[in-house]
Structure formats: C-alpha cells, structure tokens
C-alpha cells in the first residue's frame, strides 16, 4: 500500500507507473472541511530522514466524494481513504459520509497525526480515546476500518488491543515521530509549526520494534510502515508481524517505491522458494 500523505490521491501518480498493480492506495488524510495546512516551511530533510509538518491540507470529504470517487471505482487497486478530525464526533460523520461511495473499499483513521493542535495524535495517546474513536467510526461504516497508530506514546500495546476491541479490522502503525530541526543561521526552528513528524529509514527500527511488539498484543491483522524503501525492508516488518506494508517517504525520492518495494517481496519470495507469504508473517516471532 502507499503511505496517506506521501502518494496525494493516486492521481497525481497514475501516469508514472502501473498503480493498479499495487495492493491498496491509502489517500491523503481527509477531514470535514478543506484545511490548508500549517505555515510555511514544512518539509526539513534529516540525516536518513524527513521532516514534515504539512498540518493536513486536504481538499475536504466533499470534493473527495465529488471529485476523487469517481475515478477511484474505474479502478482495479482499492483506494482506502485516512480520516482525521477534532473530535469524535467529526471522525463519526466521516464515516457516515463515507459509507457506501462507490470508489472506496475502507478507512484509515489517523488517531496519530503529530502536526495539527487539535485531535490527530492526542486521540492516540491513549487507550480510552483512541478507543472511543474507533468504537464512533466502526458504528457509522460497513467499511473495513483500520486505525493508525502513534508512536509517540509509550504504551502502544494497549492502545492497539483497546482499538481491537473496539471494533477495528486491522491497525497501521506508525505514523511519524516528533521531531525538530533548527535553522542555527537564524537561530529559529526551521519549520514554520517548530516541531513536526520525522518519517523515512530513519525511523524503520523505531517502527519495526513497535510492529513486533503489538503483533504480540493483537489478533487482527497489522499494516507496517515507517522507513520501508525496498523489499528487504518489507520482508523484515512481514517477519515482525505484519500482514501488509506501507510505502510513504521513499516515495518521494522514487514515486516507484511502493511497486518497486511490491516486486522485491516478490524476488525475494521466489529466491527463497516461498508460495505463500503467510510463510514469512510473524516468522522472526517463533
Ligand atoms: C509529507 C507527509 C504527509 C503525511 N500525511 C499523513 C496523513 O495525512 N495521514 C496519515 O495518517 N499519515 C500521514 N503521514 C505519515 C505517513 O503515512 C507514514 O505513516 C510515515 O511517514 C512513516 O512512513 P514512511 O517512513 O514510509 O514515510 C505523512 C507523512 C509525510 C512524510
């Protein structure tokens, strides 16, 4: 799958390569209202890895219903579309506005965004709220729901078995980890929000150890991410516990990534005479 905010809305990237060959495109996070984000500058790249603060600009649910959907259902690659919102009560009407759009196969509710005031990441920080969030948007959807988690918490075991029961088909994890950079010319922190979410290999063992540890805590399916450039990468978040893999940051670097990733599993599967990567998932587990 691609990672939300780092493949816009598939669009962007149908002309560069096969999309419809890939397992699922998760959307740009999408919220109630068009949100323009936060103030410039917010992208900083780090040593192995990226700085963002982009605030979650998104065109707003209604235009996605409008515009996006309909090229979405010509589509053989499920669209999975990341929701965000201030309160339970906005994640609820997503959902509902959601529930039966042709062109979309499931919801990702982002409980993890580091970079806007209200909502996002506070939801995911513990247990009971990232429950209430899940318990709102799996009573107003037929939609398969995944819930992304945060890794800035130190209890991310128990916020994925409350989100498990709670009602979800699967958890991602992670979203980015808070970070800074400062600018020391001017003596200023160099994105325009101070702080923002650092994602890219910079990240991959942070979130390989944190799909390792709540593969041990739930029985529902895990979606890997966080620094996955190759196949190899891929392969080890598989090993960890994961079921699928998200591509975001490499992106970037080479739009490919998400198929290039995709066909490295594939290489690696066959060099190791694997048929079904079932095989592979929890092995470094046992
Ligand atoms: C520029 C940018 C925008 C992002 N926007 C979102 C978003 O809207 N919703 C979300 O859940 N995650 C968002 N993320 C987090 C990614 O989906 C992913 O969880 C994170 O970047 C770690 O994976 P990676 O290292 O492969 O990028 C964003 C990441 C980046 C770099």
């Not at 009573?139 to 979800?168: D, H, M, Q």
Request: glycine share 12%.
């Amino acid at each position: 799958m691609t990672a939300a905010g780092t493949f816009g809305y598939g669009t962007e990237y149908r002309h560069l390569f096969d999309i419809q060959k890939l397992g699922a495109i998760v959307c740009k996070g999408t919220t109630l209202e068009p949100r323009e984000g936060n103030p410039q500058p917010r992208l900083a790249e780090t040593a192995c890895g990226l700085l963002n603060s982009i605030g979650l600009q998104n065109i707003g649910v209604k235009a996605l219903i409008r515009e996006k959907a309909p090229i979405w259902a010509s589509w053989r690659v499920p669209v999975i579309v990341n929701i965000a919102g201030e309160t339970v009560d906005d994640y609820a009407q997503l959902a509902h506005q959601l529930e039966g759009v042709v062109g979309i196969s499931g919801l990702e509710v982002n409980i993890s965004c580091p970079n806007i005031k209200a909502g996002g990441a506070e939801f995911g920080a513990n247990p009971e709220s990232a429950a209430r969030v899940t318990a709102a948007v799996r009573a107003a959807t037929s939609l398969p729901v995944l819930v992304k988690l945060t890794p800035n918490t130190g209890e991310i075991a128990r916020i994925a078995a409350a989100v498990g029961e709670a009602g979800a088909d699967a958890i991602s994890l992670i979203n980015t980890v808070r970070g800074m950079a400062i600018d020391i010319t001017t003596r200023r922190p160099l994105l325009g929000n101070k702080t923002g979410g650092l994602s890219g290999p910079a990240i991959k063992p942070i979130a390989l150890a944190m799909v390792y540890e709540v593969a041990g805590a739930v029985d529902i399916p895990i979606i890997g991410c966080g620094g996955i450039t190759t196949g190899r990468d891929a392969i080890e978040f598989i090993m960890a516990g994961a079921s699928a893999v998200q591509v975001g940051t490499a992106s970037f670097a080479n739009p490919r990534a998400p198929l290039d990733v995709l066909e490295g599993i594939e290489e690696f599967m066959r060099k190791e005479g694997i048929e079904d990567i079932a095989e592979l998932i929890g092995a470094a587990r046992h």
